[in-house]
């Protein structure tokens, strides 16, 4: 959705002076102007409630200086106004998300001071001592020193805390720190890790605040997945914004994202040894708020790998809710195809079907491992027969008597005739004597070869065994591998919808891609959830895998909270009575008004209005509620002059405006009684007999009355204002528009609605 501003500048500078400038320095005002600026998701949302005043330095290029703008802030802060009211009305994860980039900034500084400069920090010394503090209460024993009658960090643990070292060159580092034992050297990295989040969590916190904004739980943080290794991840982390172009102007910080570490234990020349490993995807557990508030999840990619498509993935309940990145930009989206690039599918794909099927095939297939072992099975068994039969044969012939006759042998006739031709003389013929020696000469020799033959066949079985049982492990450690990707990437893959950049998931739960805002519906029970990072690895069956950091923010969030103009009429009317005594708006709502005025000028933007006379109100533990059965009581109890004004009627006597300025202009006016009969007297025939046909009580009319009424003041106030602010077409522009959706709108009450004019 394209953004449309027109010039409002002036006007928002001369009618509203909400601002913020009590709880940052001059410096960290201008800095987070320039953060603001120049991220286009920030500024695009809430950069123009940064009003800077000065004058405009740009480059030959007419592209604006931002770092000269900073400084001439730094020297002269009253050049910035920065609307914390309006902004506390944007989008809680992208306050947070600035919020972040600027602790992020912060502790770069501090950190960068205390290695350049460790004896003199100046003016970042009560941050690093606030670091230090959480820091020292983490490290072992091992890694601490006493100096000045203190405890502090090892001076050499400086160089594990460079906010430019990769993981690699950290574990190098530590390595050649033989004072840490390896169990010492993991612990010591993880106290680092959880120190950066538990400082950079608060310091977030502390600027939320500062810039408006407002959460009972506020989790941030920080997290790394990959191999460690200077690479893609690294090299692009913020150095590009979400348009893909070079930005000099955001923070490097990637040494300041912690990689979840571990032991892994590999043998060696049959010894065990351990290295400490990153883990190549992450797993972080959350809760959601309860309390049917809203759980608001913004995600923040840095580091990502324009080859390797960023995977997020959320779990709860054992649904999956899957964010894939782009090729181009690091916004995250439930649509696969929102980026070209390599994808974790693709890895588990490559894996399923091409080197466990291989190796299926290998073992099971028609040519494979099975088959040559059952054919030389059967060869073996085969030959074994004919060894048996053979052996019998030689056997039988053992036992056969030696025979003699007197006929010459024809050996013995051929060597006759021999004589005779060569005139020998007479030749006696000796009789023919058969013992069957050559013949088991021969066998013995057959016998001796199906040996052999069977002896082939037996080792080779072996070996097609010995080759089958490596390839059914090696396929099990694939499977398991595939399993746990699978695990990974989730079983129950959540379905949705999608409309303007807004999805909808079966359960009701949303990411909007124009915020990078993923959103549980609320709850009254608190439930687990789980946030997985993964790094995409070279190949299926890579170690290797590129770097890439997330940024988490989990806060919770009241309904209707970014209603960018939200008001509540708390127990303003007189009892059956709906006149109001005071004006809905005033100086305070006049920048949230040209907002309204700006988004009613661009007609490609919807326009609804919808108002509803609730009747008795219920609360729900944050807000009113119509409740759809209510029991109406005959008075107050116990003493009814102190009793009405009982905090749990008093919440129930309310009413409310909100117009929502996002994909659409969203107006909604509700009116809510307490319980206690109403004594309207009510004469409108159409009223009467509407309250028989679709069973109303007097509280039903009553807050439709007031609904109405808030609309006819709503109309006047507009109309006037419009013509205050804006120029003569302009003013006319947004009166015309406001009042024809005005003049088509009527109050429903229950199955029903009314025309305005009955409700008079």
């Not at 090299?235 to 300041?256: C, M, S, T, Y």
Request: hydrophobic fraction near 35%.
């Amino acid at each position: 959705m394209k953004h449309i501003y027109l010039i409002f500048t002036f006007l928002i500078a001369t009618t509203c002076f909400s601002q913020v400038n009590e709880d940052l320095t001059p410096e960290e005002r201008a800095y987070l102007y320039h953060v603001v600026k120049k991220s286009p998701i920030l500024n695009n949302n809430f950069g123009r409630y940064f009003d800077y005043q000065g004058p405009v330095i740009k480059f030959p290029n007419q592209k604006i200086n931002y770092d000269s703008v900073e400084l001439l802030i730094i020297n002269n802060p009253e050049l910035l106004v920065i609307r914390k009211h309006e902004i506390s009305k944007s989008a809680k994860g992208l306050i947070a998300e600035a919020s972040n980039k600027m602790a992020l900034w912060e502790l770069n500084k501090v950190l960068l001071a205390k290695r350049e400069n460790p004896n003199d920090l100046k003016q970042y010394k009560n941050e690093y001592n606030r670091f230090e503090s959480i820091l020292i209460k983490k490290l072992p024993p091992n890694a601490t020193k006493p100096k000045n009658g203190e405890i502090i960090p090892q001076p050499k643990l400086q160089n594990l805390m460079n906010p430019s070292l990769s993981l690699d060159d950290k574990l190098m580092h530590i390595k050649s720190m033989r004072f840490l034992t390896q169990n010492d050297q993991l612990v010591t990295l993880k106290a680092i890790n959880e120190s950066i989040n538990e400082y950079v969590q608060a310091r977030a916190f502390e600027i939320f605040n500062s810039l408006g904004g407002k959460a009972d739980m506020f989790e941030n943080v920080l997290v790394a997945a990959g191999d460690g290794s200077s690479t893609t991840g690294i090299l692009e982390e913020r150095e590009k914004d979400e348009q893909g172009r070079w930005n000099k102007g955001l923070p490097k910080a990637v040494g300041l994202f912690p990689y979840q570490l571990h032991l892994q234990k590999t043998i060696v020349k049959k010894k065990e040894i351990s290295d400490i490993e990153p883990m190549r995807y992450t797993e972080n557990n959350f809760k959601t708020f309860g309390n049917n508030r809203i759980t608001n999840i913004h995600t923040d990619v840095w580091g990502y790998n324009s080859e390797k498509q960023t995977t997020v993935v959320f779990e709860k309940n054992g649904l999956n809710y899957h964010l894939f990145g782009s090729t181009d930009t690091r916004f995250l989206s439930p649509d696969s195809s929102f980026g070209g690039s390599t994808t974790f599918q693709s890895i588990i794909n490559d894996l399923e079907f091409n080197k466990i099927a291989k190796l299926k095939e290998m073992i099971y297939g028609k040519k494979g491992f099975d088959h040559w072992i059952e054919y030389n099975q059967k060869k073996k068994d085969a030959t074994e027969m004919k060894i048996e039969k053979r052996e019998k044969d030689y056997s039988d012939m053992g036992y056969s008597p030696i025979s003699t006759s007197s006929k010459p042998s024809r050996k013995v006739k051929k060597s006759k005739r021999k004589a005779i031709k060569n005139g020998s003389g007479s030749f006696d013929a000796a009789p023919t004597t058969s013992s069957n020696k050559k013949d088991r000469k021969k066998l013995q020799n057959t016998i001796v070869g199906l040996y052999k033959l069977f002896d082939a066949y037996k080792i080779k079985i072996a070996e097609l065994e010995a080759d089958k049982a490596k390839a059914v492990d090696l396929m099990a450690q694939y499977n398991l591998k595939l399993d746990r990707y699978k695990q990974i990437m989730g079983l129950r893959w959540a379905t949705y919808t999608e409309k303007d950049g807004l999805y909808t998931f079966q359960d009701s739960s949303t990411f909007d891609i124009l915020t990078q805002e993923f959103k549980f519906a609320p709850k009254a029970e608190v439930e687990d959830f789980e946030v997985r990072l993964i790094a995409i690895p070279e190949s299926s069956l890579s170690k290797n895998a590129d770097e890439v950091m997330l940024h988490i923010n989990i806060m919770d969030a009241e309904p209707n909270y970014d209603a960018r103009i939200n008001l509540e009429l708390k127990d303003v009317f007189a009892s059956d009575k709906w006149e109001l005594p005071t004006p809905l708006f005033n100086d305070d709502d006049s920048v949230a008004l040209c907002v309204f005025f700006e988004s009613l000028l661009n007609k490609k933007t919807s326009f609804n209005m919808v108002c509803r006379g609730q009747g008795i109100g219920k609360w729900d533990g944050v807000q009113t509620v119509k409740n759809c059965s209510p029991n109406e009581l005959n008075k107050y109890p116990g003493n009814s002059a102190e009793s009405k004004f009982d905090s749990t009627f008093v919440r129930l006597r309310k009413s409310e405006l909100m117009i929502h300025i996002d994909r659409s202009i969203y107006l909604q006016i509700n009116s809510f009684t307490d319980p206690v009969k109403s004594n309207l007297n009510i004469t409108n025939d159409n009223i009467r007999a509407s309250m028989l046909k679709y069973k109303l009580s007097k509280n039903d009319i009553l807050s439709a009355y007031r609904t109405a009424e808030i609309l006819r003041r709503l109309k006047s106030e507009i109309n006037v204002i419009a013509g205050k602010y804006l120029s003569r077409d302009q003013a006319k522009i947004v009166i015309d528009r406001f009042n024809k959706k005005w003049a088509k709108t009527r109050i429903s009450v229950g199955a029903t609605s009314f025309k305005q004019g009955d409700l008079n």
